[in-house]
Every structure is written in C-alpha cells, then in structure tokens.
C-alpha cells in the first residue's frame, strides 16, 4: 500500500474529486480517503503499481496539479519536528499556499524549516533528484513529488497552436479530462463521432489511446488530419455523419456535438443529433461501457440506452454552460 497526495485545481475541486476516482477505477486500483480538505486529497492505494507506474498513471490528470507520496501532515506548531532521512540524493523543498489559513507562516520559512529536517542528502535549488512538496492548508501537508502537470500542453496544444481551427474547439484541458472519465488504458479504442478539428482524438493519442474520429464537415475532417499529423498522432477519421456510422467498434465514445450556435448541424436539430448518438452508442458499446459527452444542457432524457453516471456544469462564458456528462451503457 501507498498513500498518495493530490493537488486539486482549484476552477472545479468536484471534477478533479472524480477524474481521479476515474483513473483509480481504470487501473483497477482500491483507495481510501485518508484526508480531504479544501484543495488536497490524500488517499490510501490498496494493492498499487509501482511507484515509476504511478507517475505515469496520474501524469494523465488534467484537473490536478501534482501527486505526491504522502508523508505526513502537521499542526502549524508540530511541522518542526519533521524528520526525514534520504540515501545520498539531490534535494529540494517546495512549499504553496492554498488558502489565507496561517498567514504568519511564510512559504520559504517553511522550506528552511524541513530542509532542515532532511538528512542523508545534500540541498540543489537548480537540479534536485528529489523535490519534497509543502501544502500550506488549514493543516500543513507534505510528501514527495511524484508529477506535476505540464502546462506547456495547453500553449502547445491550444487552438489557436494548431494548423487548423475553429472558435468552437474545445480545450485540450477540457478534451483530456472527458478522455480520462471514459476509463480508457492505453491500446483501447476511442470513437469521436463529431471530431471537429480533432482536439479529442490528439489529446487520447497522447495517452497511448488509438482512436477514430467521424465528422459529417469534410473542412473539419481534412482539419482534424492535419492536426492529427502535426502531433503525431495515428488514427482513422471518416467523413461520416452520425446517423449513417456503421460497422465501427469501440471501448468508449467521448464527444463534443455541434449545439447550433457557433457550429453547423447540417439542417438537423440538436434533438436529433443526440438521439442518432443515442442509437450509435446502443450500436457499438456492450454494457458498461461508457459515453463522454459535453451537451449545451440537460438532454440526457434522449439517451435512452444509457445511464446518467454523473455530471458535471462547466461554465464558459455568460451566455453559455456546457453539462459533462458521463454516461454508461445498460
């Protein structure tokens, strides 16, 4: 067993909560929460990985901005006595705040203080093997650094970074956490029927996921290879619009349908689309299998061969909410 603790991002603690119970579920993985509050999760994973397994396990979360081993959390007047004994190695001690709780503490007074604590190794502000991580929360929490999240993979893989497209694309964040929620291992098999510039298939193919992208646009899906190809990213994509997808198999479905506003339904309305996916989902996933779906609001009375597992209102802009939505194949 390994305890094990999250950083949450702090735009929406609840999804992060859940794309982390997500990965859990999909690496068969058993926890128990040991401490929650605020932004820091600390769980206890039962028959786990490896240690370098799990960095590349939860390298994959999107809503989380690092995971640690966990050592131990601390009264503000107890975090003194830390102790800690390395072999020989490089080392640093990083310290953040997560809420005004302990003003009086400050982050680099903090980092002196278990710096101090640690013996058998030697302090490397500029290349540390090993970087020791300090929560400042209502309760002070600290463990050693296992992943951080690159951001540089929303500068690179923005919309605006890509070769081709559109207003409506979605974020790679929002892309990566709908892919994450699928419960999708590397080798399976992601289907994007309304792929758009491709932003779902690149962000999957990054996971080692293969994938298959349809779009009914052929300006999209000539886009959407163009990306694919800029990324490295090998997969299928098909001209094809939903209603007429035969023939494919799949281990899961995530999509962002159009929603006839900024983006083309082709003379469809938007009930129809959702019912076509409905009936394309009850088509290709056996039971239990999931649908990752982001919905202009609460539609899920159309899909009728699914359970409503959970979801989740993402806010974009005044005008606009999108619903993710989690569903599973009965």
């Given at each position: 067993?390994v305890?094990v603790?999250f950083e949450?991002s702090?735009?929406?603690?609840p999804?992060?909560?859940?794309?982390?119970?997500c990965?859990?579920?999909?690496y068969?993985?058993?926890s128990?929460?040991?401490?929650?509050e605020?932004?820091?999760?600390v769980?206890?994973?039962?028959?786990s990985?490896?240690?370098?397994?799990?960095k590349?396990i939860f390298?994959?979360?999107?809503?989380?901005?690092?995971?640690?081993?966990?050592i131990?959390?601390f009264?503000?007047d107890?975090?003194?006595?830390?102790?800690?004994?390395?072999n020989?190695?490089?080392?640093?001690v990083?310290?953040?705040?997560?809420?005004?709780?302990?003003?009086?503490?400050?982050?680099?007074?903090?980092?002196?203080i278990m710096?101090?604590?640690?013996?058998?190794?030697s302090?490397?502000?500029?290349?540390?093997?090993?970087?020791?991580r300090?929560?400042?929360?209502?309760?002070?929490?600290?463990?050693?650094?296992?992943?951080?999240n690159?951001k540089?993979?929303l500068?690179?893989r923005?919309?605006?970074?890509?070769?081709?497209?559109?207003?409506?694309?979605?974020?790679p964040k929002?892309?990566?956490?709908?892919?994450?929620?699928?419960?999708l291992?590397?080798?399976?098999?992601l289907?994007?029927?309304?792929?758009?510039?491709?932003?779902?298939?690149?962000e999957?193919g990054?996971?080692?996921?293969?994938?298959?992208?349809?779009d009914a646009?052929?300006?999209?899906?000539?886009?959407?290879?163009?990306?694919?190809?800029?990324f490295g990213?090998?997969g299928?994509?098909?001209?094809?619009?939903?209603e007429k997808?035969s023939g494919?198999?799949?281990?899961a479905?995530v999509t962002?349908?159009?929603?006839?506003?900024?983006s083309s339904?082709?003379?469809?309305?938007?009930?129809e689309?959702?019912?076509?996916?409905?009936?394309?989902?009850a088509?290709?996933l056996?039971?239990?299998?999931?649908?990752?779906?982001?919905?202009p609001?609460?539609?899920?009375?159309?899909?009728?061969?699914?359970?409503v597992?959970n979801?989740?209102?993402?806010?974009?802009?005044r005008?606009?909410?999108?619903?993710?939505?989690?569903?599973?194949?009965k």
């Amino acid at each position: 067993m390994v305890a094990v603790m999250f950083e949450l991002s702090g735009e929406n603690p609840p999804l992060a909560e859940y794309e982390i119970e997500c990965i859990l579920d999909t690496y068969g993985m058993k926890s128990d929460i040991l401490y929650q509050e605020n932004r820091v999760l600390v769980m206890e994973l039962i028959d786990s990985p490896e240690i370098r397994e799990l960095k590349s396990i939860f390298s994959r979360l999107a809503f989380t901005h690092t995971v640690s081993q966990y050592i131990a959390s601390f009264d503000t007047d107890d975090i003194k006595s830390f102790t800690y004994e390395v072999n020989n190695v490089k080392f640093r001690v990083d310290a953040v705040r997560h809420n005004a709780s302990h003003p009086d503490i400050k982050r680099d007074a903090l980092e002196r203080i278990m710096g101090n604590g640690i013996t058998g190794g030697s302090v490397s502000l500029s290349a540390p093997e090993v970087i020791f991580r300090a929560i400042i929360s209502d309760r002070i929490y600290t463990g050693l650094l296992l992943s951080e999240n690159d951001k540089s993979y929303l500068r690179e893989r923005k919309p605006e970074s890509r070769p081709f497209s559109k207003p409506v694309s979605l974020s790679p964040k929002l892309a990566r956490i709908m892919v994450n929620l699928a419960l999708l291992k590397q080798g399976d098999k992601l289907l994007d029927p309304f792929c758009g510039t491709g932003g779902i298939l690149i962000e999957s193919g990054f996971m080692d996921i293969y994938v298959e992208g349809a779009d009914a646009d052929r300006e999209m899906i000539e886009g959407a290879k163009r990306n694919m190809e800029h990324f490295g990213i090998v997969g299928e994509t098909f001209n094809i619009p939903v209603e007429k997808l035969s023939g494919i198999s799949a281990d899961a479905i995530v999509t962002d349908p159009p929603y006839g506003r900024a983006s083309s339904v082709f003379g469809n309305n938007i009930n129809e689309i959702y019912s076509s996916l409905n009936h394309l989902g009850a088509d290709i996933l056996v039971q239990g299998k999931r649908m990752v779906v982001m919905l202009p609001g609460d539609y899920t009375e159309l899909f009728s061969y699914f359970n409503v597992v959970n979801v989740f209102i993402i806010p974009v802009h005044r005008s606009l909410t999108r619903y993710l939505t989690v569903l599973e194949r009965k």
